[in-house]
C-alpha cells in the first residue's frame, strides 16, 4: 500500500523546519495509535507553505533573515518549531517546513489547518509520500509475456486493447528531437536497450537516506537502487514503508516509451527514436511531493534553486507515481502541472491502482492526461482507478494469475539493491499505462511538432477506439474490485490507439480504417479540440522493420520481482 509525507504550502517558500521535541498537536498521533501496524496512515516530513504577496511584500527582494523570520512567525502561530536557516524553496512559491519527526493521520490534518488559519499564508500543501504506481503479478510462475499491446486489433496476437503501433510506424517511427520526461526513479544508463536512447537528468531526491547515494540532490539520476531492508525500517525516515527488492521501476517505464527498436535486442520501445529525460525523485519508500514538483518544473524547462538549467526540455512528462484516492490534488501539485503546461509540456499520469471510482492524486489535478489500465480484452483490470476525470485508457497487464501472458514485458535489471545486470521483466499497473499514452504522444509531435497540451489530449481522446462490451462481466461501478466493462462515463474517450492519433495529428484521413470515436471524454483538461498540419508519411517499408523489432526479439530472463 501506499503510504505519504504531507507537506503545507504557502505563498511564498517553503522552509525546512528542525526543533528538539514535538509540538502539542503532534503529540497526538501518539496517543491516538497512530503506530497502529494495520493499513499504513498518511505520512507527512513537514508542511509546503506560499504565502500571500501582500505577507510576502516581494519574496525576491527579501533577504533570508527576512524570509526566515516570516516563516517563523507563521510556524509559531501554529505550535510549530522555527525553521530552519536556509528555507527550502519548493515549486515557484513555496518553501518545506520539516516536522522533527514524520506525523500521521489526524495530527497531519490538525497542523495543515492551523497553518491555513493563518491570514498571511496563501495555501497549505502536505508533502505526499507517493508510491510507484505498479501491481506484481501474483502468480509466481508467469511467463514471460510477448509485446502483443504493440500489434495491431487484427493480429491474431493483438487483441482488443492493442495499440496498432505497427500501422502508426508506417506513418512515422519517431524522432530524436522528441523528448520525454520520466519523473520517476532514474535510469539504468548503461542498459544494452537504453543506452542510447538516455540524455542526462536530475536527481532530485533532496532525503539523502531516501535517495540511497549519500549525496542528496544532485546531477547523476542514475537509478542505484531503491530497495527497502529491515534495517531500514528501523529510521523514523521510512516509517510507514515495507521491506522490498529494488525494482528498476522508471526504467521500466522507459523501455515502453522508447527502448532501442530494430536491434535485434530484448523489446520494442513505442517512440524508436525518442530520448528519455530521467527525473529522479523516488528512492526508498517512494517520491516526496515537494520533489516531486522541482522535477516536474525542470523537466519542463523551469529554473530550480541549486540544479543547472535543464538544456533539454520536455514536451512529454510522465508521472506513474501516486497518492491516495479520495484525497484532492494539492495546489502545489497543481500549480507545478499549471507550469508545465504553460511551458508547453504535456503531463500524462497514471490514474492509480486502487479499484477507485476516482483517479488518485495527481491524476486528478486539471490540466493532466489520467490514463486508467485495461486488460488485453479491452475490459477494465481489476486494480484500475476509474471515474469522471479519466482521460483514456492503455494496456496496463492484468495481473491475474488466469491471464499469465496478459502482462507488460520492459527493461529492467536483476539486482534485488543495487544493479547487476540487464534484464527484462515483466509486471502491470496503471504506471506501465500511462507511458503508452507518453509513447504515442511522442509519435504524435513527430508528425505535427506545432501541437498544443490541449491539442495533443484532444487528438488522442478523439482518436481513441469505442471500449468492447463483454456480457460475462458487470458494467464498472463503485465498490466493485473485478475486471468490468468501461462507458465513456466511467473510464473516459476509449482506448487509446497509436495509428488512429498519428493519423489524425498528420492531418491524414484515416478513412474507413479509421477508429475514431465520438463518445465524450471525462478528461481533466477540458480541452475542446485542436488540429494540425498536414505533414509527411514514412516509407512503407517501415512495416517490414516494425514486424522485425517484434518478430526478431530475443527473450532475455526476468529480473527478479514480487
Known amino acids: 500500500m501506499r503510504s505519504f509525507l504531507l507537506t503545507s504550502i504557502l505563498a511564498g517558500p517553503v522552509l525546512a523546519l528542525a526543533c528538539t521535541a514535538l509540538p502539542a498537536w503532534a503529540q497526538t498521533q501518539e496517543q491516538s495509535g497512530g503506530s497502529s501496524a494495520a493499513a499504513p496512515a498518511r505520512i507527512a516530513r513537514g508542511l509546503i507553505v506560499e504565502l500571500k504577496s501582500g505577507g510576502a511584500a516581494n519574496a525576491n527582494l527579501q533577504t533570508p533573515q527576512m524570509l526566515r523570520n516570516q516563516l517563523a512567525s507563521v510556524a509559531s502561530a501554529a505550535g510549530l518549531p522555527a525553521p ?11 518553501h518545506l517546513l520539516r516536522f522533527a519527526a514524520p506525523l500521521q493521520g489526524a495530527a497531519i490534518d490538525a497542523a495543515v489547518q492551523s497553518v491555513a488559519a493563518n491570514p498571511a499564508v496563501q495555501s497549505v500543501s502536505p508533502d505526499v509520500r507517493m508510491r510507484r504506481l505498479d501491481v506484481t503479478p501474483n502468480d509466481p510462475d508467469f511467463m514471460n509475456g510477448q509485446q502483443w499491446y504493440l500489434r495491431a486489433t487484427s493480429d491474431p496476437a493483438g487483441g482488443a486493447a492493442a495499440l496498432n503501433a505497427t500501422q502508426a510506424w508506417n506513418i512515422t517511427t519517431g524522432l530524436a528531437s522528441q523528448v520525454v520526461a520520466v519523473v520517476d526513479s532514474g535510469a539504468l544508463f548503461t542498459h544494452q536497450d537504453l543506452a542510447s536512447q538516455f540524455i542526462p537528468g536530475y536527481d532530485f531526491i533532496s532525503d539523502v537516506a531516501a535517495g540511497n547515494t549519500g549525496l542528496g540532490r544532485n546531477p547523476d539520476a542514475s537509478d542505484p537502487g531503491d530497495w527497502v531492508s529491515y534495517a531500514d525500517l528501523r529510521n523514523p525516515v521510512f516509517a510507514g514503508c515495507t521491506a522490498q ?7 521500466f517505464i522507459a523501455g515502453i516509451i522508447a527502448a532501442a527498436t530494430n536491434n535485434a535486442l530484448g523489446v520494442a520501445g513505442i517512440n524508436w527514436n525518442a530520448r528519455i529525460l530521467p527525473v529522479r525523485v523516488s528512492g526508498k519508500c517512494g517520491a516526496w511531493l515537494s520533489d516531486i514538483i522541482d522535477g516536474v518544473r525542470w523537466a519542463a ?10 538544456p533539454t526540455p520536455a514536451r512529454i512528462i510522465n508521472i506513474s507515481l501516486g497518492g491516495e484516492s479520495g484525497e484532492a490534488c494539492e495546489p502545489a501539485y497543481q500549480s507545478a502541472i499549471n507550469d508545465a503546461i504553460s511551458a508547453g509540456s504535456l503531463v500524462v499520469v497514471a490514474a492509480g491502482n486502487s479499484s477507485a471510482a476516482a483517479p488518485s492524486d495527481p491524476a486528478n489535478c486539471s490540466g493532466v492526461l489520467a490514463v486508467g489500465a485495461v486488460r488485453q480484452d479491452g475490459l477494465k483490470t481489476f486494480y484500475s482507478n476509474f471515474g469522471a476525470g479519466m482521460g483514456l485508457m492503455a494496456p496496463g497487464g492484468a495481473g491475474e494469475s488466469g491471464l499469465p501472458n496478459d502482462i507488460m514485458t520492459s527493461t529492467s535489471n536483476t539486482g534485488t539493491q543495487g544493479p547487476v545486470a540487464d534484464a527484462y521483466a515483466q509486471a502491470a499497473g496503471t504506471s506501465f499505462a500511462a507511458p503508452m499514452v507518453s509513447g504515442v504522444a511522442s509519435l504524435m509531435l513527430a508528425v505535427n511538432p506545432s501541437l498544443t497540451p490541449a491539442q495533443l489530449i484532444s487528438m488522442l481522446e478523439q482518436s481513441a477506439r469505442p471500449f468492447p462490451s463483454n456480457a460475462a462481466y458487470p458494467a464498472c461501478a463503485d465498490g466493485l474490485a473485478s475486471a468490468c466493462n468501461c462507458t465513456a462515463q466511467t473510464c473516459g474517450a476509449g482506448l487509446l490507439d497509436a495509428n488512429a492519433a498519428v493519423q489524425l495529428a498528420a492531418g491524414i484521413n484515416p478513412g474507413s480504417g479509421g477508429a475514431n470515436n465520438s463518445q465524450g471524454s471525462g478528461s481533466n483538461s477540458g480541452s475542446q479540440g485542436g488540429g494540425g498540419a ?29
Open 84 to 94: 530552519d536557516d536556509s528555507p527550502q524553496p519548493v515549486g515557484a512559491h513555496g
Open 245 to 251: 527488492p529494488s525494482d528498476w521501476h522508471g526504467s
Open 301 to 310: 524547462g523551469y529554473s530550480i534553486s541549486g540544479a543547472p538549467d535543464n
Open 534 to 562: 498536414t505533414h509527411w508519411l514514412w516509407g512503407l517499408g517501415l512495416w517490414g522493420l516494425a514486424a522485425a523489432a517484434l518478430w526478431q526479439r530475443r527473450r532475455k530472463p526476468a529480473a527478479n520481482r514480487t
